[in-house]
Each structure stands twice: as structure tokens, then as C-alpha cells.
């Protein structure tokens, strides 16, 4: 039985912990209370926002047989919104979206999925760790509280690929590579509304603006009241990083309202998460980081492209290696 520390449970620990044989004994470990990382909600009053990953889509087949139990479980299923692009103010294309090309969401929201998916694992929540050390062949794990874990016969770390360059011990081969790969922040504003807004469409891509998309939150299937979601660009995210949150949240009702035409009077609260690792342009093939002769590995949505299909792809593959022995 092969010892295995996975640290961070988003969706790549998470698949990762799931597809791994029954040789490894798996321990992950989680710097929040909740499983599921940029796969997350947040409560409003009488109203849920998923504030990271909004929908997803798949394509390929593994991926689809993986969604299909989660459907059957009654925690994914398809939303059919009336999705527009913007620009200017403007709508300049129109589509809805239907089951021949479906766009998935958690159910009765995103985080929905990770509490599903954590069912049963051994997860150690509340728990950040900040140094891997080497005991002769195995591996030490130290915590924010200089608590220590293990020994392990292996450790993956499925951060996000600023903090798995910060956590990797220097000697971890793809160590330069991986501390090459950046990743954009982006704002989450959430708009609890009086009422029904009455928008012209339930999500919209927004081009030549601050705003880079807003939807109609509690659009999606099983949400209750009236919930106004829209995440900045990421430039401007980058633009605003060090920025007073409240003066960010400000600027970011204001963007939203020019764009929808909203009026102030309609909200009823306003909330904001800042994203410091949010996503990333298309990656380079392998999909998963390994060295094998220090028994260190890294996955997660950065080895492909910021995408909830991307980080179950690279937990998938890194998991068929280390089932196949090597
Ligand atoms: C605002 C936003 C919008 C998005 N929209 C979409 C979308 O519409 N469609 C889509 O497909 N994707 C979207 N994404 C991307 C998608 O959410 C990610 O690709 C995916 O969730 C990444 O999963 P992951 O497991 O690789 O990483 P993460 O979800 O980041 O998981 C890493 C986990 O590690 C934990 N952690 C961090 N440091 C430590 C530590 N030192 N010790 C222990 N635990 C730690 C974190 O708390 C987290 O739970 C969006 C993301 C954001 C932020």
C-alpha cells in the first residue's frame, strides 16, 4: 500500500483522490472549510452565487461518463439560458442553449459538486500546508500551525500553479517550468436584487468593458430569488489587485449597471471575491507534472487551460500513470 498526501481538494485532488487504484491510501489536505476550491459558492440572504466557475462543458468522453454519474446523483444537471454576446452596450448575437451542446452547474449550486465529490475521502480541512521535507525516502508535510503530517510515500499538489511553485521543494525536476507558468486574477461581484431584473438574456459574455461577464445567477436550475452575478476582465483585475475591496465593489456596480442598465435601486446587497489565481491561456502538453525519483507530482487545471474539464483531464491522466506503476 503505497502512502499518498493530496494537497488541496478542488475539482484536480478531488478526481485525482477518486481515480487513483485501491493500492493508495489517500489523505488530501485543504486550507478551507469546504471542498471543491474555485468550484465554490457563497450564501446571499435567500439567494446562493456561485462567485467561481459558472458552467462548464465537456468534451471528451471521460469526462461526459464522469458527469453522467454526477447527473444520475442529482448534483450537475444542464442549464438552458439565453446566453448573448455584448459590446458597447449592445447585443450583437444571441444563441440559447440547449441539451445538444449542454452547459452544466452544480445543483442547487457549484459547490454542490466538491460535497458531492468528497463523500468518503479523507480530507483534512482547515489545513494549509507550507513545507514539504524530505525523511529519508518519504515525505514530511508542515502546516500553517507547524503541525506535521506523514510520513508519505508520495505527494501531489493540486494548487494552482503560482502556490505549487511556492510549495515544491527546488529540487522537484519541472520546478522552473512550473514557476513559468502565471496565473490572472479576476473579481466576482454579487448582486442580491429586489426583484426579477428583467434582462434581455440569463448570461452574457461582455467584449470592450470591465466586465467580461454577467449572468442571472438564479437562472440556473433548483436557485431561489433573484441573484446578479459578473466577474471583471482580468487586466482590470490586475489593474485593481492591491485596490480598498469596498472602492473595487463600487466600481464594479457602477460597470454593471452601464452594461445592463440596471437600476441602483434594484439591489438589495452587494458582495465581492477577489481571485487571485482565476485561469490561464491554453498550456502545452503533458497535462500533469511528475518526477518519479522524488515521488513529488503536480496537477490541476494550469497543466492544461483554465477550465473545470481541464483540471478533471489532468488529475485523470497523472492518476493513470501512477496506477500503471510509474
Ligand atoms: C472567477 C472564476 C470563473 C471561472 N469560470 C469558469 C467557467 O465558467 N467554466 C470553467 O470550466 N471554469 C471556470 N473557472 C475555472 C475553474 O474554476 C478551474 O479551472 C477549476 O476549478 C480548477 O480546479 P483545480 O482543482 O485545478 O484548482 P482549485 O479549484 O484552485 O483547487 C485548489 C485547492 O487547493 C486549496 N489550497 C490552496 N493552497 C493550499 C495549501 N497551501 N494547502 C492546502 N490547500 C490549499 C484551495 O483552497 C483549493 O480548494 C473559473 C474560475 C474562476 C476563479
Request: hydrophobic share 40%; with cysteine.
Amino acid at each position: 500500500m503505497t502512502t499518498v498526501a493530496i494537497i488541496g481538494a478542488g475539482m484536480a485532488g478531488l478526481t485525482l483522490a477518486r481515480h487513483l487504484s485501491t493500492d493508495h491510501k489517500i489523505t488530501l489536505f485543504e486550507k478551507s472549510s469546504r471542498p471543491g476550491g474555485r468550484v465554490a459558492s457563497r450564501d446571499g440572504t435567500g439567494v446562493v452565487f456561485d462567485h467561481g466557475a459558472q458552467f462548464f462543458t465537456a468534451r471528451s468522453p471521460q469526462f461526459q461518463d464522469f458527469l453522467t454519474t454526477l447527473i444520475e446523483a442529482g448534483v450537475v444537471a444542464d442549464w438552458h439560458a439565453d446566453f448573448v454576446e455584448m459590446e458597447a452596450g449592445h447585443i450583437t448575437a444571441r444563441r440559447r442553449w440547449t441539451e445538444e451542446f449542454p452547459h452544466y452547474v452544480g445543483v442547487p449550486n457549484m459547490a454542490a459538486i466538491g460535497d458531492h465529490l468528497a463523500q468518503g475521502l479523507d480530507i483534512r480541512y482547515q489545513t494549509r500546508i507550507n513545507e514539504l521535507s524530505r525523511q529519508n525516502q518519504s515525505w514530511l508535510l508542515t502546516d500553517d500551525d507547524d503541525r506535521q503530517y506523514g510520513p508519505f510515500d508520495r505527494v501531489i499538489v493540486s494548487l494552482p500553479s503560482v502556490q505549487t511553485a511556492q510549495l515544491m521543494p527546488a529540487e522537484f525536476c519541472h520546478h522552473d517550468v512550473i514557476s513559468q507558468i502565471p496565473m490572472k486574477p479576476c473579481y466576482a461581484l454579487m448582486l442580491g436584487l429586489k426583484q426579477d431584473p428583467r434582462l434581455p438574456f440569463q448570461a452574457a459574455l461582455v467584449k470592450q468593458a470591465d466586465i467580461s461577464w454577467v449572468s442571472v445567477n438564479s437562472s440556473k436550475p433548483q436557485r431561489d430569488g433573484f441573484a446578479l452575478l459578473a466577474h471583471s476582465t482580468n487586466k482590470w483585475a490586475g489593474q485593481h489587485l492591491d485596490s480598498d475591496l469596498e472602492k473595487v465593489k463600487q466600481m464594479m456596480i457602477d460597470n454593471v449597471m452601464a452594461v445592463t442598465g440596471i437600476s441602483p435601486d434594484l439591489i438589495a446587497s452587494a458582495d465581492i471575491k477577489r481571485w487571485h489565481y482565476a485561469n490561464l491561456p491554453k498550456q502545452a502538453p503533458p497535462g500533469f507534472y511528475d518526477d518519479p525519483s522524488l515521488k513529488l507530482a503536480a496537477c490541476g487545471d494550469w497543466c492544461i487551460k483554465g477550465r473545470v474539464e481541464a483540471a478533471f483531464t489532468s488529475a485523470r491522466l497523472l492518476a493513470e500513470q501512477l496506477n500503471n506503476g510509474h
